[in-house]
């Protein structure tokens, strides 16, 4: 998509990450988060300084006309048993779902974990989410297993599917 920027987080984007994730909340129903669950400015300015200081997270934004519209993070551990995985999120505002934001987004998180170290990355996606398990697949993510009924929707319950990708070398 023309204009789109992929770039790293920072700090001043606090505020509009915050707006940013609850209209993405109230947007879709595949998130976990529900909008007034969103972390306020002072959490959100935390989570980003936390991001930005430990070498083993990623946090990348998607900017389109100086406005966030997508938003990837990827959580390894420190843990040494576990050091080399890490678990991935990503979000799109809807009126951009369909552009190729996911897509790119999805390809410079996946180029920086490599080159951070990462062997490993797995995600949990409701059974539902159509799309999502296809931006996954379309990225070599695999089905690793299911939490049955792991999520409870407008008195519905739903499956949590277990997806992995294992980096090549
Ligand atoms: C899932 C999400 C991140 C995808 O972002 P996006 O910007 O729409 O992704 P892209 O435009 O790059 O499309 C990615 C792939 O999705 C698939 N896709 C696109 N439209 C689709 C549709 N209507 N139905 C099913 N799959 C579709 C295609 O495989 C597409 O790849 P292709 O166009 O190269 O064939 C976005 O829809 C979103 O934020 N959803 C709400 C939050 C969410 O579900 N996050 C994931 C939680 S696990």
């Known amino acids: 998509m023309e204009g789109l920027l992929i770039r790293h987080v920072r700090l001043s984007d606090a505020a509009q990450l915050v707006s940013f994730k609850k209209s993405v909340s109230a947007e879709s129903k595949f998130l976990l988060t529900c909008p007034d669950e969103v972390e306020d400015l002072i959490d959100q300015r935390r989570m980003i300084t936390l991001y930005l200081s430990d070498s083993r997270r990623i946090f990348l934004v998607a900017e389109y006309d100086g406005q966030i519209v997508g938003i990837i993070t990827l959580s390894g551990s420190s843990r040494r048993r576990i050091m080399h995985k890490g678990e991935l999120g990503i979000s799109v505002r809807k009126q951009f779902w369909g552009k190729g934001i996911g ?13 951070k170290g ?3 990355i797995q995600l949990e996606v409701m059974s539902n989410n159509h799309r999502a398990i296809s931006l996954y697949k379309k990225f070599g993510f695999e089905v690793e297993g299911v939490k049955k009924k792991a999520v409870l929707i407008d008195n519905e319950y739903i499956d949590l599917v277990m997806m992995g990708k294992w980096l090549e070398d």
């Open 118 to 120: 990462f062997k490993k």
């Open 103 to 115: 897509s790119a987004l999805m390809e410079e998180a996946l180029q920086i974990a490599k080159e």
